[in-house]
């Protein structure tokens, strides 16, 4: 097998999963551009059972130090033992970084201090806190910051949702590094990021069907009585998926419900970072799709008070990157190509 390389994950949208999905997961993530972030602080054998069944894309492996009820802080620095046994099994490396609590500059610096003294290929996780995201002085710091030190990072969103506001805001900002970002234990929000210049993005598990023309996962209860009160909206909601065979997602198993979910989604991401050269385009695409499906929900409001419209779809549609941070080119000339188009549309 070829040596894995950080940019093998370029433009992918992954599914982030734990071991006893890991199968499942892979089986549905190798008929689209995907790959697999596996959860847990025990990753060999499942790395090597998917090896030995034949899937080949990429995999990473999240030690998930930084969750939980007494998470890791990021001052305890990383192991080296961790690296080493994700090179061993072949793959990009995901740091062990315990938790950054908004603010922890010293644990930032920590993480990338002892990161330097990792070989590559690397990934330096940063599970930040979701106040960091409230304080726009502090994402430019933060922007700066890497692209001073120059190692690719892995970015988890730890304690707030992604339909907050000032989250979406400040990862759209974060997006203006110049080293590459993977988004980490995402929903569908994950999308938007990579059509906004993430390098990657991983799709939590999140209970609920995914539902394309809503953007948004629902309970299956929710959708039945969204088709009987909308019949003007009968054409949004049959699925081609292989779960779904081409009817309404309706009577699906737990287990049918994720895999549908999988299967939509990554479908979507496929059609929309078609253009993978284009972070324009993409970007677009994707506002474009914030845009139709938030029309949906306020038909759907209209017929069905007081139906919530998500706000996060309209956060996602009005987002435009600002420029900020310091100018570092990447290592390869994808990127570098990348990040003209970057600084042309920030200076346009």
């Known amino acids: 097998m070829a040596q894995p390389r950080v940019d093998d994950l370029l433009r992918r949208l992954l599914v982030q ?37 034949g899937y080949a894309g990429p995999i990473l492996c999240d030690a ?16 080296g033992a961790w690296t080493a046994e994700q090179h061993d099994l072949g793959l990009v490396a995901l ?43 502090w994402i430019d710091r933060l922007v700066a910051t890497l692209n001073n030190a120059r190692l690719p990072v892995a970015v988890a969103v730890v304690g707030e949702s992604f339909a907050t506001r000032y989250v979406t805001r400040g990862l759209v900002r974060l997006l203006t590094v110049t080293v590459p970002v993977v988004l980490l234990r995402s929903d569908i929000g994950a999308l938007g990021a990579v059509c906004h210049g993430a390098h990657a993005g991983a799709l939590a598990t999140t209970s609920g069907l995914f539902v394309p023309a809503l953007l948004g996962h629902h309970r299956p209860a929710v959708l039945a009585r969204i088709v009987e009160r909308t019949p003007g909206l009968a054409d949004l909601w049959p699925c081609g998926c292989p779960e779904c065979g081409g009817g309404v997602p309706g009577d699906l198993s737990p287990d049918g419900i994720y895999r549908h979910s999988l299967h939509a989604q990554l479908a979507l991401g496929d059609r929309l970072l078609s253009a993978r050269r284009d972070l324009t385009a993409m ?66």
């Open 17 to 53: 999963c734990a071991p006893e999905q890991a199968v499942t997961a892979a089986d549905i993530a190798t008929g689209y551009r995907s790959g697999l972030v596996v959860t847990g602080p025990k990753p060999r054998h499942t790395v090597r059972h998917l090896r030995r069944t």
């Open 64 to 79: 998930g130090r930084y969750s939980g009820s007494h998470p890791l802080r990021a001052g305890a620095g990383l192991r």
């Open 95 to 137: 740091t062990d970084s315990g938790y950054l609590s908004p603010g922890d500059w010293p644990g930032l610096h920590r993480l990338l201090a002892d990161a330097r003294g990792h070989p590559p290929p690397l990934l330096v996780t940063l599970p930040l806190g979701a106040g960091w995201f409230a304080v726009p002085a």
């Open 283 to 348: 970007t677009g695409a994707w506002r474009a799709q914030c845009e139709q499906a938030l029309s949906v929900h306020e038909e759907i409001a209209d017929l069905m008070p007081p139906w919530p419209v998500p706000p996060a779809l309209r956060w996602w549609r009005d987002a435009q990157p600002p420029s900020v941070g310091a100018s570092v080119p990447r290592q390869n000339s994808y990127d570098a190509s990348d990040r003209r188009e970057r600084i042309d549309r920030r200076t346009s």
